[in-house]
């Protein structure tokens, strides 16, 4: 049985319209609110997690592989979604997370990594070496020489065949990304000036050099089952901006692959981007589109609407304990610094502005933390006992508000915080023909 995105991935080149978002997070809200949204549209769902966030050893996230995968299972069972729509992909998957060490050590946990992802079900693994280790030469530009990246992606793409071959009983085999975005995923850590565009003649190189060591490790089944090569078509945000697309910077990439139709583009970092800009992308040939901060920036933002609401509602009553998450997400990232300090400088106070507002949407990373889930918690809890006025929706969630009006969401939290998420949602769903007519 063919990949159902694979599938739909075959129909761009009759209808350049066609394409497919992913969904980068790990965020049950994110999560809920992207399984309603393709049930909606009656689409198959593309969920990724990255190789920082889950991997055999649980990743920041504290979540194995065979956990997420079954998580998703049960968000899906829970809200009526067919499983048999949603697809799980590995992002970056490779030696990212060990680059300090010794090249074999870390593609030894790599591989493992692999074996860890294909054993739990997911079927659409990218297979992202092109990061230096401790003891790897370096080309001419810095980086890792062309033909080692190609070694590699084939050597963890035969690991990953392996495993499917040794443990999966379906008829479903995962489909493969090359290929690499620079810079790093989640957004830049600084404030940048110019976007580099992949030149055509460096993705033709990666695209003959991982096709040769494919078919010398006899790998010429998975060679098939190659979708998508990830270059970067000068699109990225950071803390305070967005580089749009601009495609006729991108022509000769676009041009490029159209010519070859053998693979199509995936477009990472397309978070922030305007919606004609979306669309044009795929029409590019861009076909799948990776988006995430953007998504846990909505959920963000209604979270503060939330508690903009709750204070007015309930910080007056004696009775009542409100949940204060502004205060305590602010004082968790002051304390645990790690997720942010990097990427946010200037001032403590642009500092303290950048936690609540960046771009980057370094909050991310602290909504599992157990003291801000409470919290959130409590703010639902808070604002669940009695509908909230509309007046104070339409002041801090305007949007949800006429969709409340409309009787399209109900007057809840959950329901409120969901449709937020939705909303970026649908500029994704329409640029790629995945949304209801």
Known sequence: ????????????????RTGVYSVCSINPFVLEAAIKQAQSDNSLLLIESTS???????GYANMTPDQFYRNVKQMAANLNFPFEQVVLGGDHLGPNVWQGQSADRAMENAADQIRAYVKAGYTKIHLDTSMRCKDDPKDERGGLPAELVAERAADLCEVAEDTYNKNQSG??????????????????????????ITPSDQVEQTIILTQEAFLKNGLHSAW??????VVQPGIEFSDTKVFDYNREGARELSHFIAKEKTLLYEAHSTDYQVPNRLRQLVEDHFAILKVGPWLTFAMREAVFGLAAIEEELLDHKKDVTVSGIRDTIEKIMQSQPDYWQKHYHGSDSEKKLARGYSLSDRVRYYWSDKTIAKALDLLIQNLSQSPIPLGLISQYLPNQYWRVRQQQIENNPVQLIHDKIREVLKYYAQATAMGAA
């Open 52 to 58: 920082n966030q889950v991997d055999q050893f649980g």
């Open 224 to 229: 098939d089952r190659v979708i998508a090569v």
């Open 171 to 196: 008829d479903i085999k995962p489909v493969y990304i090359i290929g690499s975005d620079v810079p790093i995923p989640g957004g830049a850590h600084e404030e940048l000036e110019h976007i580099e």
């Open 1 to 16: 049985m063919q990949n159902i995105l694979n599938t739909r991935l075959q129909k761009h080149w009759s209808d350049v």
